[in-house]
């Protein structure tokens, strides 16, 4: 069964949208589908447009679709990345899970795989608490958390996330390239198992 992956992100200054891509690559070197989307933005038009670079990174992003309960219903895996609000994952994704109580009910959910990323300007921004705050929202799902562990080097070159990749704001470097490509690459792997 060919693997079917929702890679959603939100972005403010255009981080979680590279991580996205990166993984988006990756994820359709390794065999599958993917389709790449952002949450819809919440914040008030005029808050985004009152700051330079928040406004041009939707501008850039404009093209790309909006994730619907429709393309949640479509994939049988899930990648996510957002940065982190406050420890926790920001608004504008809540927003969007929230969205999804009826695709949950129905068991529509479940039973796929799942995976998360985030980012943060600073070492204790709690990337950790944001990836997992991420999975105790798909624990009730009843989705398969793929988390990338210590698999593989680029995970320990890259600043050793085992929960998921988290990116401290600022340019990627091959090993942060490497690491998002693993993790993609990763649950690729075992969506197809599970999926199958």
């Known amino acids: 069964m060919t693997v ?15 991580m996205a891509q990166i993984a988006a ?10 389709r790449l989307l952002r949450v ?10 009152s700051q330079e670079a928040w406004k041009a990174q939707a501008e850039r992003m404009s093209d ?21 609000r406050f420890g926790a994952m920001p608004s504008q994704l809540r927003a969007f899970l929230d969205t999804l109580g009826g695709l949950w009910a129905k068991g529509a ?13 600073n070492v204790n921004g709690g990337q950790e608490s944001t990836i997992l705050s991420l999975y105790t929202t798909f624990m009730h799902w009843g989705v398969v958390i793929v988390p990338p562990g210590y698999t593989d080097t680029s995970i320990v070159e ?7 990749y988290s990116h401290l704001t600022g340019e990627f470097t091959d090993a942060n390239k490497a690491a998002i490509a693993h993790q993609a690459k990763r649950l690729v792997e075992f969506a197809a198992k599970i999926s199958g």
């Open 4 to 18: 079917k992956l929702a890679i959603i992100y939100y972005s403010t200054y255009g981080t979680n949208y590279q």
């Open 25 to 34: 690559e990756a994820a359709r070197a390794a065999g599958a589908e993917v």
């Open 40 to 49: 819809a933005e919440t914040a008030p038009k005029e808050v985004v447009e």
């Open 64 to 84: 790309v679709p909006v994730a619907t309960p429709d393309d949640m219903e479509w994939a049988n895996a899930y990648l996510f990345t957002a940065p982190t």
């Open 109 to 121: 959910l479940s039973n796929k795989a799942v995976t998360a990323m985030t980012s943060t300007q």
């Open 158 to 164: 890259s600043g050793g996330n085992p929960y998921g």
